[in-house]
Nanobody, 125 residues
Framework: QVQLIESGGGLVQAGGSLTLSCTAS????????MGWFRQAPGKERELVASAPWTDGSAYYAESVKGRFTISRDNAKNTVYLQMNSLKPDDTAVYYC??????????????????WGQGTQVTVSS
């Protein structure tokens, strides 16, 4: 069974921090690249950050570089998104996603095969 379960969303003031977690079933995590997407009302889903299975650089959207950090604990089948210096523009539903490949080349959501249910992040000004 494939499962990705996000947690850690919530309401935070601008300038604050949140850490999102996504725990996946082995089938959805092992040997897979992982990504965090977000979707704000009326906007398309966008890739925020992604991490390959092992070696390789993480990808970050320009809007979050220097503020967000993606990391993964392969022993725990968990990927994290540390979000610092949050802004109201970061408000969105955040989704964890898994691709059936070790590396993902590109930010398209179509490159990912499995999705979590999403967790709401709201940043107040």
């Amino acid at each position: 069974q494939v499962q990705l379960i996000e947690s850690g969303g919530g309401l935070v003031q601008a300038g604050g921090s949140l850490t999102l977690s996504c725990t996946a079933s082995a089938r959805a995590f092992s040997m897979n690249a992982m990504g965090w997407f977000r979707q704000a009302p009326g906007k398309e889903r966008e890739l925020v950050a992604s991490a390959p299975w092992t070696d390789g650089s993480a990808y970050y959207a320009e809007s979050v570089k220097g503020r967000f950090t993606i990391s993964r604990d392969n022993a725990k089948n968990t990927v994290y998104l540390q979000m610092n210096s949050l802004k109201p523009d970061d408000t969105a539903v955040y989704y964890c996603a898994s691709a059936r490949t070790r590396y993902v080349y590109g930010p398209s959501a179509k490159l990912y095969d499995y999705w979590g249910q999403g967790t709401q992040v709201t940043v107040s000004s």
